[in-house]
Protein backbone atom coordinates (compact mmCIF):
# COMPACT_ATOMS: atom_id res chain seq x y z
CA UNK A 1 0.00 0.00 0.00
CA UNK A 2 1.33 3.46 -0.92
CA UNK A 3 2.73 6.02 1.62
CA UNK A 4 0.63 8.61 -0.01
CA UNK A 5 -2.27 10.06 1.99
CA UNK A 6 -3.77 12.01 -0.51
CA UNK A 7 -7.33 11.81 0.83
CA UNK A 8 -7.32 12.73 4.26
CA UNK A 9 -10.40 12.90 5.66
CA UNK A 10 -12.34 13.26 2.23
CA UNK A 11 -15.19 12.09 1.70
CA UNK A 12 -15.48 9.58 -1.46
CA UNK A 13 -18.23 7.54 -2.72
CA UNK A 14 -17.63 3.99 -4.70
CA UNK A 15 -20.32 2.51 -7.04
CA UNK A 16 -20.39 -0.63 -7.39
CA UNK A 17 -17.82 -0.66 -4.49
CA UNK A 18 -18.67 -4.47 -2.98
CA UNK A 19 -16.41 -6.12 -5.68
CA UNK A 20 -14.08 -6.83 -8.08
CA UNK A 21 -12.29 -3.08 -9.23
CA UNK A 22 -15.31 -0.94 -7.42
CA UNK A 23 -13.69 -3.03 -4.16
CA UNK A 24 -9.78 -2.07 -4.88
CA UNK A 25 -10.65 1.42 -5.04
CA UNK A 26 -12.02 1.89 -1.75
CA UNK A 27 -9.54 0.03 -0.36
CA UNK A 28 -6.74 2.11 -2.30
CA UNK A 29 -8.87 5.36 -0.70
CA UNK A 30 -9.04 4.32 2.38
CA UNK A 31 -5.24 3.44 2.98
CA UNK A 32 -5.02 6.90 1.30
CA UNK A 33 -6.75 8.74 4.17
CA UNK A 34 -10.37 8.68 3.25
CA UNK A 35 -14.05 8.26 4.67
CA UNK A 36 -15.41 5.72 1.87
CA UNK A 37 -19.01 5.24 1.34
CA UNK A 38 -19.33 1.65 -0.33
CA UNK A 39 -22.26 1.58 -2.83
CA UNK A 40 -23.34 -1.60 -4.09
CA UNK A 41 -27.16 -3.10 -5.43
CA UNK A 42 -25.85 -6.29 -3.17
CA UNK A 43 -26.12 -4.40 0.33
CA UNK A 44 -24.24 -7.22 2.04
CA UNK A 45 -21.43 -7.42 -0.26
CA UNK A 46 -21.17 -3.58 0.43
CA UNK A 47 -21.61 -3.78 4.16
CA UNK A 48 -18.52 -6.54 4.30
CA UNK A 49 -16.25 -4.12 2.40
CA UNK A 50 -16.49 -1.39 4.32
CA UNK A 51 -16.57 -3.48 7.64
CA UNK A 52 -13.09 -4.19 6.49
CA UNK A 53 -12.59 -0.67 5.67
CA UNK A 54 -12.84 0.31 9.22
CA UNK A 55 -12.32 4.44 9.37
CA UNK A 56 -15.56 5.39 9.24
CA UNK A 57 -16.81 3.74 6.10
CA UNK A 58 -20.35 3.33 5.30
CA UNK A 59 -22.27 1.00 2.81
CA UNK A 60 -25.08 2.23 1.07
CA UNK A 61 -27.50 -0.22 -0.85
CA UNK A 62 -28.06 1.13 -4.59
CA UNK A 63 -29.05 0.02 -7.99
CA UNK A 64 -27.98 2.97 -10.16
CA UNK A 65 -30.82 2.18 -12.55
CA UNK A 66 -32.93 4.16 -10.52
CA UNK A 67 -32.49 7.71 -10.88
CA UNK A 68 -34.62 8.56 -7.62
CA UNK A 69 -32.90 5.89 -5.34
CA UNK A 70 -29.27 7.56 -6.61
CA UNK A 71 -30.20 11.20 -5.99
CA UNK A 72 -31.58 9.82 -2.02
CA UNK A 73 -28.22 7.53 -1.48
CA UNK A 74 -25.57 10.28 -2.55
CA UNK A 75 -27.34 12.80 -0.51
CA UNK A 76 -27.24 10.71 2.76
CA UNK A 77 -23.84 10.33 1.71
CA UNK A 78 -23.11 13.52 2.16
CA UNK A 79 -25.18 13.15 5.42
CA UNK A 80 -23.79 10.82 6.75
CA UNK A 81 -19.73 11.52 5.50
CA UNK A 82 -19.70 14.96 4.62
CA UNK A 83 -18.60 17.04 1.98
CA UNK A 84 -18.28 15.24 -1.07
CA UNK A 85 -14.88 15.29 -3.01
CA UNK A 86 -15.12 12.26 -5.20
CA UNK A 87 -16.93 10.50 -7.04
CA UNK A 88 -16.34 7.18 -8.42
CA UNK A 89 -18.46 6.24 -10.96
CA UNK A 90 -17.64 2.15 -11.66
CA UNK A 91 -20.82 -0.14 -11.25
CA UNK A 92 -21.37 -2.37 -14.38
CA UNK A 93 -22.78 -5.34 -15.21
CA UNK A 94 -21.17 -7.76 -18.54
CA UNK A 95 -24.31 -8.29 -20.92
CA UNK A 96 -24.57 -10.82 -23.36
CA UNK A 97 -21.44 -12.01 -25.35
CA UNK A 98 -24.10 -12.48 -28.38
CA UNK A 99 -23.69 -10.89 -31.68
CA UNK A 100 -26.08 -7.60 -32.35
CA UNK A 101 -28.63 -9.63 -34.05
CA UNK A 102 -29.30 -12.24 -31.55
CA UNK A 103 -28.86 -10.25 -28.46
CA UNK A 104 -31.92 -10.22 -26.57
CA UNK A 105 -33.93 -6.81 -26.11
CA UNK A 106 -33.84 -6.99 -22.67
CA UNK A 107 -30.43 -7.76 -22.13
CA UNK A 108 -29.87 -4.29 -24.27
CA UNK A 109 -32.47 -2.66 -22.03
CA UNK A 110 -30.49 -3.76 -18.97
CA UNK A 111 -26.90 -2.98 -19.36
CA UNK A 112 -27.54 0.47 -21.06
CA UNK A 113 -29.78 1.09 -17.46
CA UNK A 114 -27.14 0.18 -15.74
CA UNK A 115 -23.65 0.59 -17.64
CA UNK A 116 -24.84 4.03 -19.42
CA UNK A 117 -27.89 5.41 -17.80
CA UNK A 118 -26.74 4.28 -14.01
CA UNK A 119 -23.73 6.38 -14.39
CA UNK A 120 -25.18 9.51 -16.05
CA UNK A 121 -27.89 9.21 -13.30
CA UNK A 122 -25.11 9.60 -10.69
CA UNK A 123 -22.73 12.09 -12.26
CA UNK A 124 -26.37 14.23 -12.43
CA UNK A 125 -26.67 13.77 -8.78
CA UNK A 126 -23.13 14.50 -7.83
CA UNK A 127 -22.77 17.91 -9.35
CA UNK A 128 -24.78 19.85 -7.06
CA UNK A 129 -22.81 18.49 -3.96
CA UNK A 130 -19.43 18.94 -5.41
CA UNK A 131 -20.48 22.53 -6.25
CA UNK A 132 -21.35 22.68 -3.08
CA UNK A 133 -18.11 21.33 -1.62
CA UNK A 134 -16.20 23.98 -3.92
CA UNK A 135 -15.20 21.58 -6.32
CA UNK A 136 -13.82 17.96 -6.40
CA UNK A 137 -13.49 15.15 -8.87
CA UNK A 138 -15.32 11.95 -10.52
CA UNK A 139 -13.80 8.92 -11.79
CA UNK A 140 -15.93 6.70 -14.80
CA UNK A 141 -15.08 3.32 -15.52
CA UNK A 142 -14.94 3.18 -18.71
CA UNK A 143 -13.24 0.46 -20.69
CA UNK A 144 -10.86 -0.57 -23.78
CA UNK A 145 -14.46 -0.97 -25.08
CA UNK A 146 -14.60 2.72 -25.23
CA UNK A 147 -12.42 3.32 -27.68
CA UNK A 148 -12.49 -0.62 -29.49
CA UNK A 149 -15.39 -2.36 -30.29
CA UNK A 150 -16.08 -5.86 -30.78
CA UNK A 151 -18.56 -8.16 -32.77
CA UNK A 152 -20.63 -9.42 -30.00
CA UNK A 153 -22.07 -7.75 -26.80
CA UNK A 154 -23.49 -4.61 -28.48
CA UNK A 155 -24.65 -2.95 -25.48
CA UNK A 156 -21.83 -3.45 -23.20
CA UNK A 157 -19.83 -1.49 -26.40
CA UNK A 158 -22.57 1.40 -27.02
CA UNK A 159 -22.66 2.05 -22.97
CA UNK A 160 -18.73 2.34 -21.97
CA UNK A 161 -18.55 4.23 -25.76
CA UNK A 162 -21.23 6.45 -24.22
CA UNK A 163 -19.22 6.64 -20.86
CA UNK A 164 -16.42 8.37 -22.26
CA UNK A 165 -18.69 10.68 -24.41
CA UNK A 166 -20.34 11.66 -21.16
CA UNK A 167 -16.97 12.21 -19.01
CA UNK A 168 -15.75 14.50 -21.56
CA UNK A 169 -19.38 16.48 -22.04
CA UNK A 170 -19.57 16.39 -18.36
CA UNK A 171 -16.25 17.94 -18.15
CA UNK A 172 -16.75 20.34 -20.55
CA UNK A 173 -20.11 21.60 -18.96
CA UNK A 174 -18.51 21.62 -15.19
CA UNK A 175 -14.75 22.63 -15.69
CA UNK A 176 -16.25 25.99 -14.40
CA UNK A 177 -17.13 24.48 -11.09
CA UNK A 178 -14.29 22.89 -10.13
CA UNK A 179 -15.15 19.63 -11.07
CA UNK A 180 -12.67 17.49 -13.23
CA UNK A 181 -14.41 14.26 -14.67
CA UNK A 182 -11.77 11.65 -16.15
CA UNK A 183 -12.47 8.32 -16.95
CA UNK A 184 -10.40 4.89 -16.51
CA UNK A 185 -10.33 2.11 -18.94
CA UNK A 186 -9.40 -1.13 -17.90
CA UNK A 187 -8.16 -4.19 -20.10
CA UNK A 188 -9.41 -7.69 -18.89
CA UNK A 189 -9.12 -7.51 -15.41
CA UNK A 190 -9.72 -10.61 -13.07
CA UNK A 191 -12.95 -10.58 -10.94
CA UNK A 192 -15.85 -11.74 -10.55
CA UNK A 193 -17.18 -10.25 -13.44
CA UNK A 194 -14.98 -11.87 -15.48
CA UNK A 195 -15.10 -15.15 -14.16
CA UNK A 196 -17.01 -16.63 -16.76
CA UNK A 197 -14.81 -15.87 -19.60
CA UNK A 198 -13.37 -19.30 -21.83
CA UNK A 199 -9.31 -19.68 -21.87
CA UNK A 200 -9.56 -19.23 -25.08
CA UNK A 201 -11.16 -15.36 -24.57
CA UNK A 202 -8.44 -14.54 -21.96
CA UNK A 203 -6.00 -16.09 -24.55
CA UNK A 204 -6.95 -13.51 -27.17
CA UNK A 205 -6.92 -10.25 -25.07
CA UNK A 206 -3.64 -11.63 -23.20
CA UNK A 207 -2.15 -11.73 -26.63
CA UNK A 208 -2.94 -8.11 -27.41
CA UNK A 209 -1.44 -6.81 -24.25
CA UNK A 210 2.27 -5.72 -25.20
CA UNK A 211 3.25 -6.27 -21.10
CA UNK A 212 2.52 -9.85 -21.37
CA UNK A 213 0.48 -10.36 -18.18
CA UNK A 214 -3.28 -8.96 -16.95
CA UNK A 215 -4.19 -5.86 -15.14
CA UNK A 216 -5.16 -6.31 -11.57
CA UNK A 217 -8.11 -4.58 -9.43
CA UNK A 218 -5.50 -2.99 -7.47
CA UNK A 219 -3.55 -1.08 -10.69
CA UNK A 220 -7.25 1.01 -11.99
CA UNK A 221 -7.66 1.70 -8.48
CA UNK A 222 -4.12 3.15 -8.04
CA UNK A 223 -4.91 5.04 -11.32
CA UNK A 224 -7.99 5.87 -10.22
CA UNK A 225 -6.49 7.78 -7.00
CA UNK A 226 -4.36 9.56 -9.48
CA UNK A 227 -7.20 11.15 -11.05
CA UNK A 228 -8.88 11.89 -8.30
CA UNK A 229 -6.47 13.74 -6.47
CA UNK A 230 -5.27 17.20 -6.12
CA UNK A 231 -2.24 16.03 -8.70
CA UNK A 232 -4.46 15.57 -11.21
CA UNK A 233 -5.86 18.99 -11.08
CA UNK A 234 -4.91 19.80 -14.56
CA UNK A 235 -6.56 16.98 -16.28
CA UNK A 236 -9.91 16.82 -17.17
CA UNK A 237 -11.93 14.56 -19.81
CA UNK A 238 -9.17 12.52 -20.41
CA UNK A 239 -9.20 8.39 -20.46
CA UNK A 240 -6.86 6.82 -18.80
CA UNK A 241 -5.99 3.20 -20.10
CA UNK A 242 -5.53 0.64 -17.42
CA UNK A 243 -4.99 -2.24 -20.47
CA UNK A 244 -0.99 -3.10 -20.51
CA UNK A 245 -0.95 -2.07 -23.87
CA UNK A 246 -4.05 -3.63 -25.21
CA UNK A 247 -5.57 -0.49 -26.88
CA UNK A 248 -2.27 -0.37 -28.80
CA UNK A 249 -1.81 -2.91 -31.09
P1 LIG B 1 -17.63 -6.91 -10.47
O1 LIG B 1 -16.56 -7.58 -9.70
O2 LIG B 1 -18.82 -7.68 -10.90
O3 LIG B 1 -18.08 -5.62 -9.63
C1 LIG B 1 -19.16 -4.82 -10.04
C2 LIG B 1 -20.01 -4.52 -8.84
O4 LIG B 1 -21.10 -3.67 -9.26
C3 LIG B 1 -20.65 -5.78 -8.26
O5 LIG B 1 -20.62 -5.77 -6.87
C4 LIG B 1 -22.07 -5.69 -8.78
O6 LIG B 1 -23.00 -6.39 -7.99
C5 LIG B 1 -22.29 -4.21 -8.73
N1 LIG B 1 -23.47 -3.81 -9.50
C6 LIG B 1 -24.00 -4.45 -10.57
N2 LIG B 1 -25.11 -3.80 -10.97
C7 LIG B 1 -25.27 -2.75 -10.14
C8 LIG B 1 -26.24 -1.74 -10.04
N3 LIG B 1 -27.29 -1.69 -10.88
N4 LIG B 1 -26.11 -0.79 -9.08
C9 LIG B 1 -25.07 -0.84 -8.22
N5 LIG B 1 -24.13 -1.80 -8.24
C10 LIG B 1 -24.22 -2.74 -9.20
O7 LIG B 1 -17.04 -6.29 -11.82
P2 LIG B 1 -15.69 -5.46 -12.13
O8 LIG B 1 -14.94 -6.25 -13.13
O9 LIG B 1 -15.04 -5.01 -10.89
O10 LIG B 1 -16.32 -4.23 -12.91
C11 LIG B 1 -16.34 -2.91 -12.39
C12 LIG B 1 -16.43 -1.95 -13.55
O11 LIG B 1 -15.28 -2.13 -14.39
C13 LIG B 1 -17.64 -2.16 -14.47
O12 LIG B 1 -18.14 -0.90 -14.87
C14 LIG B 1 -17.05 -2.89 -15.65
O13 LIG B 1 -17.80 -2.68 -16.84
C15 LIG B 1 -15.69 -2.24 -15.71
N6 LIG B 1 -14.67 -2.98 -16.46
C16 LIG B 1 -14.27 -4.21 -16.03
C17 LIG B 1 -13.30 -4.90 -16.76
C18 LIG B 1 -12.81 -6.25 -16.35
O14 LIG B 1 -12.11 -6.90 -17.16
N7 LIG B 1 -13.10 -6.72 -15.12
C19 LIG B 1 -12.76 -4.32 -17.91
C20 LIG B 1 -13.20 -3.06 -18.31
C21 LIG B 1 -14.17 -2.40 -17.57
P3 LIG B 1 -23.45 -7.87 -8.47
O15 LIG B 1 -22.22 -8.72 -8.40
O16 LIG B 1 -24.50 -8.24 -7.49
O17 LIG B 1 -23.95 -7.72 -9.89
New binding site residues.
Partial sequence: MPEMRRYEGRAVLV??????????CCVRLAAEGAKVAV????GA?AEAVAARLGGGAIAVQ????DARAVEAAIAEVVRRLGPLKLAVN?????GARLPPEQTPLDQWERTI???LS?AFYCMRAEHPHLVATGGGAIVN?????SVVASPANPA?VAA?HGILALTRTCALAWGKDGIRVNAV??????????AGASEEYRAAALAHMALGAFPQ?ED?AATVAFLGSDEARATTGALYMVDAGFTIS
Avoid at 17 to 23: D, N
Avoid at 39 to 42: A, C, Y
Avoid at 185 to 194: Q, Y
Fill in positions: TGGGSGIGEALDIDKLDVSNAGIGAVNGTASVLYKGPGFTPTPLTPV
